[in-house]
């Protein structure tokens, strides 16, 4: 990570953007390594969609939680501003509507029953389904239709993340630490 003296807001925004991408690498990659048997399961393919959405929220969760603690050291050109966790947050949700505009305009104009026809339609399609995949097992997708109740849930999920995330790290607030106090006996 960059010194943070040179961290600007840009670069944070791009970081917060680069995690949502990991976000949904992840989830791939373990969806079509370690459970491709049971995505085709209806129950079971909601219950890692939700795993899925709850890793995509702990990753932004971090990164919004480091750049606040990063913003309130004394020698950092930036300062804290709640106002842009919720920015972060929004961000990732205006590229999610992006791309899931593009999506359905794509399946319109170039899709039918059997896939799409066309290279860029084809990149859309792959672009979609990548950066969507944390919430997956709750987007029936089908023939380029799906759930109209996810798109609120791919909005909600990083905006929460991320303004959680940087208020968090704006008050000092470690939730490991939190969880410890009730595990363990004190003396």
Not at 138 to 167: D, E, H, K, Q, W
Request: overall charge positive.
């Amino acid at each position: 990570m960059k010194n943070s003296v040179e961290i600007t807001v840009r670069y944070q925004f791009l970081r917060i953007l680069l995690m949502q991408a990991a976000a949904s690498g992840i989830a791939l990659l373990f969806g079509i390594v370690a459970f491709w048997y049971f995505l085709n399961m209806s129950i079971v393919k909601e219950f890692l969609s939700v795993i899925f959405m709850t890793v995509n929220f702990a990753m932004l969760y971090s990164s919004a939680k480091t750049f606040a603690k990063l913003d309130n050291k004394p020698y950092t050109p930036l300062k804290p501003n709640k106002m842009k966790g919720v920015m972060f947050g929004c961000m990732v949700a205006l590229v999610t509507l992006i791309i899931t505009a593009a999506f359905k305009i794509m399946w319109l104009k170039f899709g039918n029953d059997t896939g799409v026809e066309g290279a860029v339609p084809a990149i859309i399609n792959m672009l979609f389904y990548y950066w969507s995949f944390p919430f997956n097992g709750i987007l029936g997708l089908n023939a380029g239709r799906f759930m109209i109740y996810t798109v609120p849930v791919m909005i909600v999920v990083p905006i929460a993340a991320t303004s959680i995330g940087y208020m968090a790290g704006c008050k000092n607030f470690n939730i490991s630490e939190k969880i410890n106090e009730f595990m363990y006996e004190k003396e």
